[in-house]
């Protein structure tokens, strides 16, 4: 390969003796860069700040997508669920800047979260009292509610970590996020 490229074979080969300054240099500034996360996190209260920002990631990422496979479950029009589902989840993208403006960081999980556990106890009575009628409505605010918790979690990390760590702490959160969510449609099929 390397005669009919007209190149000889082992010219760009590099010893380990032959690395030069800048390479060790920016091996020892990725090692200052994993010294810094660590000692960053092992401050309890940043270590708190991101086992609680991987719930909140958890349950709004479940959340998020249990309704979305449950909603061919529901019953009613397939097609007005969907449709009430989508204009929820871009009214709530749209929405949630100003919310957590408003709100502040804190309030703004607090309302998010709050609001989707009473939509979601009222969606399941309902269901169990078929209530057809009240289904979309009460759809409309679940989802809406959860797609507002989910955006809430990436609009305020910046708030809890430093700009240094973000992608660290999306790495995280979501790897853990998927993992539970893994589960989102077992509980979406089951009886």
């Given at each position: 390969m390397a005669n009919t490229n007209k190149v000889k074979a082992f010219d760009n080969l590099v010893f380990a003796n032959e690395i030069n300054s800048d390479d060790n240099k920016a091996k020892s500034s990725h090692l200052h860069a994993e010294n810094q996360f660590f000692k960053f996190f092992i401050k309890q209260d940043n270590f708190?700040?991101?086992?609680?920002y991987a719930y909140l990631y958890c349950?709004?990422?479940f959340?998020?997508?249990?309704?979305?496979?449950y909603l061919k479950h529901l019953p009613g029009n397939i097609f007005q669920n969907i449709m009430v589902a989508s204009i929820?989840?871009?009214?709530?993208?749209?929405?949630?800047?100003q919310v957590v403006r408003t709100l502040g960081p804190k309030n703004a999980f607090k309302v998010t979260y709050c609001l989707f556990t009473i939509a979601a106890i009222?969606?399941?009575?309902?269901?169990?009292l078929d209530l057809i009628k009240l289904i979309p409505i009460v759809l409309m605010i679940s989802k809406f509610t959860s797609t507002g918790a989910l955006a809430a979690v990436y609009m305020n990390s910046f708030v809890y970590?430093?700009?240094?760590?973000i992608g660290t702490v999306f790495g995280i959160c979501g790897s853990t996020g998927k993992f539970v969510t893994i589960f989102a449609p077992m509980v979406a099929e089951s009886p």
């Open positions: 708190l700040n991101l086992v609680i349950a709004a990422s959340n998020y997508y249990l309704i979305t496979f929820a989840e871009c009214t709530a993208s749209l929405a949630i800047g009222c969606l399941g009575l309902a269901i169990r970590f430093p700009n240094q760590f």
